[in-house]
């Protein structure tokens, strides 16, 4: 079993890099639209790691970023993430 991890270096607005460990990356079939879930290993209060999600955009220049546009978009991410959650729990 491969338990590398796959690593991200964002460039932030300002300029600088921040690396991060995808955690999975799925696109909705029927939108066509691609997302990458990652983390920078922070916990919170309760002990659970901090998962954040962004839409990708393949260019010219390599793969952006961008923030979730939509509640409709969180909400089916939210779906992907809890039946993420169940199978790795069973």
Do not use: C
């Amino acid at each position: 079993m491969d338990t590398s991890k796959k690593m991200l270096t964002l460039v932030l607005d300002d300029g600088t890099e921040e690396e991060v460990e995808i955690v999975f990356s799925f696109e909705f079939s029927d939108t066509k639209k691609e997302y990458v879930i990652y983390t920078k290993n922070e916990t919170d209060e309760n002990g659970n790691v901090t998962l954040y999600a962004s839409t990708v955009t393949r260019g010219a220049d390599g793969p952006t970023l961008s923030n979730i546009g939509t509640d409709e978009e969180w909400s089916r991410i939210k779906d992907v993430l809890r039946e993420l959650s169940s199978n790795h729990n069973n």
